[in-house]
Structures are given as C-alpha cells and as structure tokens.
C-alpha cells in the first residue's frame, strides 16, 4: 500500500494518463489522416493521367477495381465495406461487446484506406473522410489499449470526431457531428475528450498541410430575401434528392427478395455491373468540365475541383450533378470502402447549379452553396454538421441564416422520404445481437 504522501501524486498521475492516450491518440491520427489526403489525391491525379492519354481504359479498368476490392472486403475484410461511420457509430453502441473489435481494429482500418486509395484509381465516385472517421477511432482505440486506458463510447466517439476535423480541416464541424451523428445520446462529461482530440488533430493538420481552405474562400453574396428565396428552393430539391438516395441506400441492404434480392445474392456480378455504370457515365462526360478532357471526367472521383469551380462562379456542365449523383450512388451500392462526404457535397454543388438558372448570374456560387449544403444534409440529415462544415469549408460567414434555412428544409423533406437516418440504417448491419460473441455479421 503506498504510502499516505505519494497517494496524490499516484492519482493526478492516473488522472492525466486518460489525457494522455487522448493527447497521443489525436496526434496520430492527424498525421494518417495527412498521409490519407495525400494519397487520395495522388491514386485521383494518376486516374485522371491514365483517362488522359486512354479515354476509354476505365471501360476495362472500373469494373475491374470494383470486383476485386469487393470480393477481397467480402471474403477478407467485412467490417471495411462502405463509408466507415456506421461502424463507429456501431462500435459506439457497444465498446465493450466481443463483436465490436474487427470494426476497430487497426487491421481493418488499414484495409479501409488501402480500399478506398484503390477505388479512387478506379475513378469510382467516393470520398476519404468516412474511412477516415472509422481509420480515427480505430487508431485512437489502439493507443488507448496500448497505454493500458479503458476504452468506452467517449473514446471511440472522439477519435471519430477528430478524424472529421482532420480530413476537412473543419474542428468544429467534427465537435458538431459528434453530437449529431456519432453519439445518439451525447453526454456532457464527454465534451471535453472530444474537443481535446478534435484540437489536436486540428493543429496537427495545420501544421502540416497549412492554415487552407478547404473548398476556398467565398466572395459572393447575395441579398437576403433572394437567398432565403433561394435557401427554400435548394432545401426542398436537395430534400427530395438526398432522401432518394439515402432510402435506395439503406433499403438496398435489407430487401432479401424479388430482382434486389437476386442481384444482392451475387454481389461480385453486381459490383462488375455498377463498376460499368460507373465507367460509362464518366467516359461519357469526358471532356465536358472546366478542364476540357484534362479534367478527367465529371463524374469520377470526389468531385473536388469541379465543386469549387462552381463555389467560385465558374461554370460547368448541367450535367455534373445528375452524372456525380448516379456515380456516387453506384459506387455506394457496390458496398466497396469508401465515404459519400465529399461526393454528397459536390452532387450537392450541382443541384445548386439548376436551382441557380433561376437567379442572376452573380448569384451562382452562392447558390451552388446552397445547393450543397441542401443535398448533404438531406442525405446525412444532420443540418447543424452540414451548415458548419460548409461555413469553415468555405470561410463564409455572411450567409449563414439561408444556409440554416436549407439545411432545416431539406432535412424536414428528406424525412419524408427516408424517415430513418442513412448513417443509423447502414450501422444495423454491423450491430452485434444481444449474447453474439462472434464477429460482425456478413456484408450482404
């Protein structure tokens, strides 16, 4: 039994060693989340190089990323399938539950990213910051284990806060889809284990990657009535749009019968088929953006430079998002790893693009804007998240009553289409029943 003088200093030091695991977990993943973007954004820049010189490879070469990334998730990796926040949000529910460690292993995280590096070279329509979110947790629960510090929901829930903030640059973005999202019961005592990772990763990604922008910083502004005018128009078409494909989503993955049935039962066929669809919608809008055919396609990849074109009032096809919306929904049903963030944002753009045809032209990027937000919260149905994270992707303070506008109509629409949130839908899958010690259930 220590003695009576080194009682304090053994439980400040016991206090500080859970700040610590925090501290050290948040670090760490600043750094992967840095590696992540950087990699995503070289397997993207060699595609578009490959389409370049061969237009007409991804024709062979989509497919054929799909089919095998798909089967080597199905029959190694089942817990990397898909975005990666339903599995935090899973995980979350449970810590503790035997079940729970493949989906926050560091094995699984490392096949999430080496996944979605391989769908991006495919030009397959998805983005890094879902995997990154469950590369976060998976990271912050493996430092915790290592310095011996019990992991509970807070733990999980931080890391995958923290991995928000890393990816966009966006610290309270990450604190708000925490609370949105993450944790469906939030508990205060948790705030500051959250804040402490979601700062340190933000400060680890400024450092690095420098204090940026993510999609550059806003100069236009429009008027207050028109842009409450223009709020309601992009809330209700970015509703009915992002429920759509948040019900096609969720609901593909729970019908066992019928042709959904049929084509679920043969998930390799059906990854080849949406794969093609996926090459063909960007062979067949080839040279039809901003950078002729340079650009690569409007529809493969994350939509990044596209999206900011029209944020900063250039212009672009009609096309881009109906083409990035069959995209993103294809690559999402194949079940492959990888996240709808950065694809809902620029079908978001998109949209924002037809409803700004009804507004002068200065309004455009604006409205674009508005558009984006519109569509993103109807698909994730987390309006806060998706007004802040647009505020500090965009550095836009000015329009931020029509931008809670759309995102509190569009999140009212969308659920009248799709009453559950997508992200709470997807996460059923990987929910291990009551007495199962085994692992997480099957992809279907």
Request: proline share 7%; hydrophobic share 55%.
């Amino acid at each position: 039994m220590p003695a009576p003088r080194l009682e304090k200093p053994l439980a400040a030091a016991r206090n500080l060693q859970p700040r610590m695991a925090a501290l050290g977990g948040a670090l760490a993943l600043g750094l992967a989340a840095i590696f992540f973007a950087r990699a995503g954004e070289a397997a993207q820049a060699l595609f578009t190089r490959l389409v370049t010189a061969y237009p007409l490879a991804p024709i062979v070469l989509t497919p054929a990323i799909f089919v095998g990334v798909t089967w080597l998730t199905r029959h190694r990796w089942p817990a990397a399938r898909g975005s990666g926040i339903p599995q935090v949000m899973a995980a979350a529910e449970a810590p503790h539950h035997p079940a729970m460690a493949p989906l926050l292993s560091l094995r699984t995280a490392l096949a999430k990213v080496a996944g979605t590096l391989a769908m991006l070279l495919g030009g397959a329509s998805v983005g890094r910051e879902g995997p990154t979110v469950q590369l976060s947790a998976a990271i912050m629960v493996a430092v915790h284990r290592w310095l011996r510090v019990p992991i509970g929901a807070g733990v999980i829930i931080a890391g995958g806060a923290a991995g928000v903030a890393a990816a966009f640059n966006t610290p309270l973005a990450g604190v708000a889809f925490a609370i949105e999202e993450l944790a469906s019961a939030f508990e205060q005592r948790l705030a500051l284990l959250v804040m402490l990772a979601v700062m340190t990763a933000g400060l680890v990604s400024l450092g690095l990657a420098g204090d940026y922008v993510y999609f550059g910083a806003m100069s236009q502004h429009v008027p207050i009535v028109p842009a409450l005018i223009a709020a309601l128009g992009a809330g209700v078409a970015g509703g009915l749009a992002g429920g759509l494909f948040a019900r096609v989503l969720s609901r593909f993955g729970t019908i066992d019968h019928g042709w959904i049935g049929a084509l679920r039962a043969r998930p390799v066929a059906l990854a080849a088929g949406l794969g093609l669809i996926v090459a063909v919608v960007g062979v067949a809008t080839q040279g039809l953006g901003p950078g002729g055919p340079a650009s690569g396609g409007l529809a493969w990849g994350t939509g990044y430079g596209t999206t900011r074109g029209l944020l900063s009032g250039a212009d672009t096809s009609l096309w881009f998002g109906p083409a990035k919306f069959v995209t993103s929904l294809a690559t999402a049903l194949s079940g492959a790893p990888g996240g709808i963030f950065a694809p809902s944002l620029s079908v978001g753009a998109g949209l924002g693009q037809w409803v700004g045809l009804l507004f002068p032209p200065e309004y455009s990027g604006a409205v674009a804007m508005l558009g984006m937000i519109a569509y993103f919260a109807g698909v994730t149905r987390a309006p806060l998240t998706a007004v802040i994270i647009v505020m500090e992707m965009t550095a836009d303070r000015a329009m931020i009553l029509p931008l809670f506008a759309a995102a509190l109509v569009a999140d009212q629409v969308s659920a009248q289409v799709c009453p559950e949130k997508l992200y709470h839908a997807l996460s059923h899958a990987f929910r291990a029943p009551a007495g199962d010690a085994g692992s997480p259930q099957k992809a279907h």
